[in-house]
Nanobody, 128 residues
């Protein structure tokens, strides 16, 4: 069982930056690949990024590539999402999620069905 708690969301102007954190409980955190998703009002949950258990492999959605960076600190049981050059269209509730399956394809990594545990989410609002 893994419990996930996100933090770091807030209101920021376009072009600004935020760093989200996701703290995980449990001694097996380092065995999980960790992902970030987001969901805007009226839209489906959307994949943002994933990092494998050791932190040496990542994948990103095209919409955030070059602006967002996912990282993890297994000693602190925490995964991060650094978001730079934020745009109004990045406004959403951001969720972290854990999976034992990093996935052999981008589509597998991007599917919410691939993830076993989810946090409650943190709101990110980007004003224009």
């Amino acid at each position: 069982q893994v419990q996930l708690v996100e933090s770091g969301g807030g209101l920021v102007q376009a072009g600004g930056s935020l760093r989200l954190s996701c703290a995980a409980s449990g001694r097996t955190f380092s065995t999980y690949a960790m992902g970030w998703f987001r969901q805007a009002p009226g839209k489906e949950r959307e994949f943002v990024a994933i990092i494998n258990w050791s932190g040496d492999s990542t994948s990103y959605a095209d919409s955030v590539k070059g602006r967002f960076t996912i990282s993890r600190d297994n000693a602190k049981n925490t995964v991060y999402l650094r978001m730079n050059s934020l745009k109004p269209e990045d406004t959403a509730v951001y969720f972290c999620a854990a999976t034992l399956r990093y996935g052999s394809s981008w589509s597998a990594r991007a599917s919410p069905d691939n993830y076993d545990y989810w946090g409650q989410g943190t709101q990110v609002t980007v004003s224009s």
